[in-house]
């Protein structure tokens, strides 16, 4: 700080407590209204004392909610979409930066293309493609008439139908949510930033193209990847589109989308004590691993080339 | 920038960029050429028949009321989501620039609602905003003596999911803020202080222009999530009503792909909102391009 103004700095304080108090009201009211009962949250104005219902509400929340299936498939669909998109994305990345090859200009254009565009703006093509992932050579197929080829080779009527669907199932949670650029384009940033004479050194070693990989890119990205974890899971944890449209059968539900279910409509009883105690355990996970890895992703958010 | 040191193989480069190619292919390309044929065809709902009808779909969707009324919901929504989150986003982080002592508590109780998921914070709000039982909600009863119902009132629906929406991203915007503040010379606010200038001059005249890239980045991010991922805030909330009031655009494509069924029109819903985003991109990488040049 620059002047020493006792007014101003205590202003400062003040003000900063203020801003994270509003910040982080409606989380302090809401833990508070998931320890009341009925009878007090549905209280106008609700007792801001905390009650002592709060394991109960976790309770019914648990089961009224069925969060222990859903908690695990949105662990595995986070889990899927943080492994995936960084393993793809890595040798993706390396590729593209330490191989010349007659493609890699095309390869390069091609994936980042698609940097930015989220599954909100293509949901029904890629919906459709989800439902059957076959679909485009049945198109190929259907073109060719090779129905017609089949049933003259096989002397009588056949219709062939090319059918693999990933609805209600994790790859289908997890492959189109996968298939973005970003963190190809976050490791290609970095790796060009790697010094060349690593690579030299390692080649004139001897070492081979995997080994480079994985005794020296691999050891220097560490940091990238720990950033990288931190904000796809959180990202995948959240998503909410994707999971609503693809999947239909209640075991497949993820918690953040199960947690509709819990919210009180407008001729039930306000059972809100309960839909906020379910809410709380549903963004505990990701809050968590913000809180626990603030070091990497701070710096992985705002900072990725380093 | 490209590296000059190269390892030579003939299949492993294609080997290692295969899985890329193909999750990107099989749920990238496929699908938006799919949209793209779409868009120009008239199907029926169960997909059976379809026919070329050129640009009809989109002739169609611009000359619908409702979907011109969506894009002014969608432009008045982002505004205000980037403007409100935006200004308490800088003021906070203002505010714990000059707290040297208490930075990294406060960034620690700041930055946890990065992870709250959209949908999460339209639950948290529709119960403060409950027009029976919610505190915020009582609050603007009693004390600005409004009339209070986003159930039945557009205004108040669309004002409930904009609160929803800039809660969640403030504290996206304070870590960017503070780390750009942070990465501001100390020496150069002591020159201006020497100078005489005092602390509001200060921020205006030497901290807000070197944040300007911060400022633009933030402000395009802002944009991308209030169109896109607040998908969640409005479902959990309002499901677009009432009478479409909070019905932006990414809900209208699913409103009217998944359960109105209109493949032609949604599919070229989906094509405006592609372009735009394009157009967004394009910009964006045009003025980081810039920042570079004067960084160096």
């Not at chain 2, 905003?129 to 557009?154: C, E, F, M, Q």
């Not at chain 2, 020159?191 to 980045?217: C, E, N, Q, V, Y």
């Not at chain 2, 494509?253 to 094509?271: C, E, H, N, R, T």
């Amino acid at each position: 700080m620059v002047e020493k103004t006792p007014i101003l700095d205590t202003l400062t304080y003040i003000l900063l407590m203020l801003g994270i108090v509003v910040v982080g009201f409606p989380i302090i009211y809401s833990i508070i209204a998931a320890t009341l009962p009925i009878e007090a949250v549905s209280k106008v104005p609700m007792p801001l004392i905390p009650g002592d219902q709060f394991w109960v509400n976790i309770q019914t929340a648990w089961e009224k909610g069925n969060l222990g299936t859903n908690l695990v498939n949105s662990f595995i669909m986070a889990a899927g979409i943080t492994f995936g998109k960084i393993v793809v994305s890595m040798l993706g990345a390396f590729s593209i930066v330490y191989f010349d090859y007659r493609l890699r200009t095309v390869a390069f254009i091609t994936v980042f293309c698609t940097l930015m565009l989220p599954v909100e703006v293509r949901i029904l093509p890629t919906y459709e493609m989800a439902a059957n992932l076959l679909g485009p050579l049945q198109s190929i197929w259907d073109l060719l008439h090779l129905n017609g080829l089949v049933s003259w080779f096989a002397g009588h009527e056949i219709e062939v139908t090319l059918e693999w669907g990933l609805l209600d199932s994790y790859p289908g949670l997890i492959l189109p949510l996968v298939a973005s650029a970003t963190c190809t384009f976050l490791f290609r940033q970095f790796f060009l930033t790697i010094p060349e004479e690593l690579c030299e050194a390692a080649k004139m070693d001897g070492a081979s193209p995997m080994v480079f990989f994985r005794k020296i890119l691999f050891p220097l990205s560490k940091t990238n990847i720990a950033a990288l974890i931190v904000i796809e899971f959180v990202y995948g944890w959240n998503q909410y589109l994707w999971p609503l449209l693809i999947t239909t059968n209640p075991k497949m539900l993820t918690a953040v989308i199960g947690l509709q279910n819990l919210i009180p409509a407008a001729d039930d009883l306000p059972y809100w004590n309960v839909a906020l105690a379910g809410t709380l355990i549903v963004m505990l996970p990701p809050v968590l691993v913000v809180l626990l890895m603030q070091r990497w992703f701070v710096k992985g958010l705002v900072d990725p080339e380093k | 920038m490209i590296k000059r040191s190269f390892f030579t193989s003939k299949l492993l480069p294609y080997f290692l960029i295969l899985p890329q190619f193909l999750v990107t292919a099989t749920f990238f390309y496929w699908p938006a050429l799919q949209g793209l044929v779409q868009s120009v065809m008239r199907s029926d709902p169960f997909g059976q028949h379809s026919t070329f009808i050129w640009l009809d779909n989109f002739i169609a969707l611009f000359t619908d009321p409702l979907y011109l009324k969506s894009i002014g919901t969608t432009l008045f929504f982002s505004a205000s989501v980037a403007a409100v989150s935006i200004s308490i986003g800088l003021f906070i982080a203002t505010m714990a620039n000059r707290a040297l002592k208490a930075r990294a508590l406060v960034r620690t109780m700041l930055v946890w609602p990065y992870a709250v998921a959209p949908a999460i914070s339209g639950i948290l709000w529709l119960f403060l905003l409950h027009p029976s039982y919610g505190v915020v909600a009582i609050a603007i009863k009693r004390w600005l003596g409004l009339d209070w119902n986003p159930v039945l009132d557009g205004k108040d629906a669309l004002f409930m999911v904009i609160m929803a929406s800039s809660w969640k991203q403030i504290s996206y915007n304070f870590v960017f803020f503070i780390a750009g503040m942070q990465a501001i010379p100390g020496s150069l606010i002591e020159a201006a202080a020497m100078d005489g200038a005092s602390p509001f001059r200060r921020f205006w005249k030497i901290t807000l222009p070197l944040l300007s890239p911060t400022l633009f980045f933030v402000t395009v991010m802002n944009i991308i999530y209030s169109f896109f991922e607040t998908f969640g805030v409005i479902h959990m909330m309002t499901q677009g009503g009432p009478g479409g009031a909070t019905n932006i655009l990414v809900y209208k494509v699913y409103q009217d792909g998944f359960i109105g069924l209109d493949l032609g029109s949604s599919a070229a819903q989906s094509i405006v909102l592609m372009t735009l985003i394009i157009v967004i991109t394009v910009l964006q990488f045009k003025y980081v391009e810039r920042k570079v040049q004067y960084a160096g």
